[in-house]
């Protein structure tokens, strides 16, 4: 009846105990304040179902940032033994428990907080950027986001109910097959991940369709906003790269569960063919994550210089590059499995080529700022603290990619302070700059600015602590995922270094929890009223802060690139105030149910409850034939409907 | 954008001094922990040049690192909003003079380093044996769960947790596991190479002085991976010899019905020293994986 699920299910160790009464209470608390406010219809009407792009970001985004809490909580977990744990002590968490621990933390910063942030600021900013009223696949963007909250909350199931993978964040067999794990920790892992894939998948397939068939009329490619290109580039990796992903999950599932050798070492199976297949996904996820990165930089600096974006065609170039690139440098991440040198050097010089096009993009951006006025407000901070970083992370990049300098650093904490590097000063600094720049014009008001920089500053000086000393100690030989050590080594006092970083960080996000906090609070005094607060240059300012339902009134016609700059400078003409009856897609709970049956068929499956898991994936089917099988149902905003609506923005910003 | 005021010279020197007191951090890290610093002090030619390399590469990158550090300064010094001194060109978007040197260095950089990279890759293949006067020794290499086992097939021991060799003399390694995939690393003379079961992987180095060196797996193999680290001591012939002999005169003896009981898992095992009953253990342990499983 319940498969392998028994009461010892549920008994863990002290620190997790804690951990999972948190998350009840914070989830009791959650629900509580939803039944006290009343606001279950509003979510279910306004939110749960909705279709619209702008939602659906705002509910990946924070769904990403719950993530993220957890996630980071894993990595102080992790300091926090690492500093502890030396000779004789043996820290406060088992062995066994630290790789759950390091393992969540891999697999929830990669495919729940960096696919989420970059598939949120996609749905919020690019129908805006492009000038589109809605997204190609309404209904395919909503399942997209909820298969991935689910695999979000599988994974904070995985917390409470069993254990967590303990094979590290890409579970290489055979240490995940099921010879050497036979419990249910690779399962979770292994439904969470699928769960998500498909719903990245399904989101790339939409923007990529977005973006090439939705543009407002006269908007070439080549006139297309830089975050826009990176989100086509970053939307191919994810169609190419992400069926890898699922193939070879799929795979592993027939080893596990149906006792095939694809991945074991003995009977035929073959490990290193696993390592090949989920690199060939995992390189260009990490460029999944960091193109949109370099896509809001190339928003954030020109509109805080007062110019133009420098050398356009080339980022453009730069983007392509990158793009291709990213497929023909997989092997880099295992230069140590014994290949020969013809197979390694290769690989190693298309990975230096990589360099170029992201050194000629950091050139371009320093650039923009030449001859401009530059403000400093936060958004900038964060490329300022980025450019430091980043090229730092490029560096010991390229020492990386030389095969016989990887084999000295490879595995060790140098790698991982590289990564975090580029990760973190990449991808996560990218994001809190374009979380500020952008706020204004989802919310409709501001975050806070002083508490921003205080942020900045602590995430800066806590970066430079917890990942900088890391390099020394992947000199020292000091290899990843230890949960303990020798006191002969040397390390512990650098650990200890490393975890005040790590604090310092944790005071770095608690500003920045208090600083949404308070601005939401606050935010009748901080309302954006002009829906153009910065002096943009694209189209998401030419309309109101928060935007109305339909984006645009009127549908804006484009010729040249920085359209709204145009306008301002007088060297386009003001849009016609013509309105038009507007179709929207109607609201669908089908994303949502399939959602919570995809959450229920993974886990099922991980403990092997075949009758449910069959019974949900049958429910999953139907749902999906309904839908398809469905008219096409939109609602209609009449051209007066519009007239008005627009009239009432316009008298809300007078009043103010 | 108004009201809010701009410090951005504070910041600058804020941030200056941060990056700094980084910079500064370094050299005295590197004099304080000197004597753990494996790879920037190695012990053996192959890590030796491997470091060098690493010097090499660092040095040709600094030539783009630092003036992108530089001018990140600098423009945000000058180009400041109320600094009424600097230039304004909201139209300066394009220049095909500058684009033409940031896409040409970098270029000429990366072929520099990948040129340098791609001729160390083929010296230091690991696979490559040293050229040296004198005869290269074997040790096979055994990564358990969660030890190392190491075979010498030429003198009939062998021992855990624990290798010696004399100096200045290359040794070959025969890398397998028995076991999920692990990583042999001994920083102090020679990089990493994975230990997987059913595959033979090789790894050629020499020590050129006496010590002991820190061995460990640098891949993550299951609950006891961190404490799968030895000793790795390098002595000179006349050590070697006696420790030999003394392993050929233990009393525990390492057969195939023994290293079946060893190769259970187990966790912080002692050193231990080995007479070898079968010389062909190595080979017989990747075959193994090589038949199917008898039911």
Known sequence: MFGKLTIEAFKHEASQNVAVCMMLLSGIGIIGIIFYTKSWKWLWNDWFTSVDPKRIGVMYIITALLMFFKGFADAVMMRLQQALSVGDSHGFISAGHFQEVFSAHGTTMIFFVGMGVVFGLLNLIVPLQIGARDVAFPFLNALGFWLFASACVLSLVSLAVGKFSQAGWLAYPPLSGIEYSPDEGVDYWIWMVQIAGVGSTMSGINFLVTILKMRCPGMTLMKMPIFVWSALCAMVLVIFAFPILTATLYMLTLDRYLGMHFFSAGEGGNPMLYVNLIWAWGHPEVYILILPAFGIFSEVVPTFSEKRLFGYVSMVWALILITFLSFVVWLHHFFTMGAGPNVNAFFGVMTMLIAIPTGVKIFNWLFTKFRGRVHFTSPMLWFFAFVLNFSVGGMTGILLSSPPVDYQVHNSLFLIAHFHGMVIGGMLFGFFSGFTYWFPKITGFFLSETLNRYAFWFWFTGFLLAFMPLYMLGFMGATRRLDHYEASTGWNSIFVVVGIGAAIILCGISVQAYGLFKSIKDRKKNLDITGDPWNGRTLEWSIPSPPPIYNFAITPTVDQLDPLWAIKRGQAPQPQKDYEDIHLPKNTPMGLYIGVLSLIVGFAMTWHILWLAIVCFIAIITCLIIRLSGEDEHDVITAAQVKEMEAASIRRREVV | ?295
């Open chain 2, 1 to 295: 954008m108004k009201n809010r005021i701009q410090f951005v010279p504070l910041m600058l020197i804020f941030a200056g001094i941060i990056v700094i007191i980084v910079l500064i951090m370094q050299p005295i890290s590197v004099h304080i922990f000197r004597n753990n610093i494996a790879v920037l002090f190695p012990k053996g030619i192959i890590a030796l040049q491997e470091r060098n390399l690493l010097f090499i590469i660092q040095a040709l990158m600094l030539l783009v690192i630092i003036p992108v550090y530089i001018l990140t300064f600098i423009f945000s010094w000058k180009y400041r909003v109320n600094n009424p001194k600097a230039k304004y060109d909201p139209d300066l978007v394009d220049n095909r003079l500058a684009e033409y040197i940031w896409w040409g260095l970098p270029c000429i950089l990366t072929l520099i380093v990948g040129a340098i990279t791609w001729v160390e890759t083929y010296r230091l293949d690991p696979l490559k044996p040293i050229e040296s006067d004198k005869k290269p020794m074997t040790i096979q290499v055994v990564a358990l769960q969660w030890k190392w086992l190491f075979i010498y097939p030429e003198e009939k021991i062998a021992s855990l947790n624990f290798v010696q060799f004399p100096k200045q003399i290359p040794i070959h390694f025969e890398i397998t596991a028995d076991a999920p995939m692990n990583s042999f690393w001994i920083p102090h003379l020679a990089g990493q190479i994975y230990a997987m079961p059913k595959m033979r992987t090789e790894l050629n180095l020499i020590a050129d002085v006496e010590g002991d060196f820190r061995g460990s797996s640098a891949n993550l193999s299951g609950e006891g991976f961190a404490g799968m680290h030895f000793i790795a001591r390098a002595s000179s012939e006349e050590d070697y010899h006696h420790w030999s002999e003394s392993a050929k005169k233990s009393t525990k003896v390492l057969s195939m019905e023994e290293y079946n009981k060893l190769a259970a898992p187990s966790e912080n095992n002692p050193a231990e020293i080995y007479q070898l009953k079968d010389e062909q253990l190595f080979n017989q342990i990747i075959m193994k994986y090589m038949h199917p499983k008898e039911k």
